[in-house]
């Protein structure tokens, strides 16, 4: 008999696992009945507190022997590419932050979660935090599936194919950093996640 199968969806910076792709994984997941698990973590804003949350679920999700996937959307695949390392787990990216020290230095200061309503102040000491968790090169390339529109109006979507050059990609022209059209995917990406 096969391990349990769990699914982590990770959101990005000022999200919440009531984001748009979080809950079309959800309703995806339900309507096929695919027994796939699935847990999307609130995350903190700040990227320390964020990786502990992170951190810990996957740790047990591994520890109790299920067998871990992980998508990665924006500043979540920054944080997915940490957690995939430390425990050599499959990783599918969606228009992924790759330095996101450099473009959070623009939302310095008080800022408002658009789900949640919460108040917070981005700080340099959360800069700092997240060059202490970039990871500069990939160990296992092949464990990592990268999802980019050319459209993406946040990021450069070339930084991501740069970062991960050595694994499979999939680059689309046009489209948008919340990715257009991202349900038709899901099949590849869970075929990918749970071989």
């Keep these: 008999m096969s391990a349990p199968r769990h699914l982590f969806y990770i959101h990005g910076f000022n999200s919440s696992p009531q984001s748009f792709k979080a809950q079309l994984i959800a309703g995806y997941l339900r309507d096929h009945a695919l027994g796939i698990d699935y847990s999307v973590p609130e995350l903190s804003y700040g990227p320390m507190a964020a990786i502990s949350t992170l951190d810990q679920a996957v740790n047990e999700c591994v520890e109790s022997g299920k067998e871990v996937g992980l998508i990665g959307s924006s500043m979540g695949g920054f944080y997915g590419t940490w957690v995939a390392e430390k425990y050599q ?107």
């Design 89 to 195: 787990l499959p990783l599918v990216l969606v228009n992924p932050a790759v330095r996101p020290y450099h473009l959070l230095k623009d939302y310095l200061g008080e800022n408002t979660n658009v789900y949640t309503g919460e108040v917070y102040q981005f700080t340099e000491q959360n800069v700092e935090e997240l060059k202490q968790l970039d990871i500069e090169s990939i160990a296992h390339p092949e464990r990592y599936l990268l999802l980019t529109q050319q459209g993406d109006e946040v990021l450069d979507y070339r930084d991501g194919v740069e970062k991960y050059q050595q694994s499979r990609q999939i680059v689309l022209p046009g489209g948008s950093h919340g990715f257009d059209d991202f349900e038709p995917h899901l099949p590849e990406i869970l075929a990918f996640l749970f071989k």
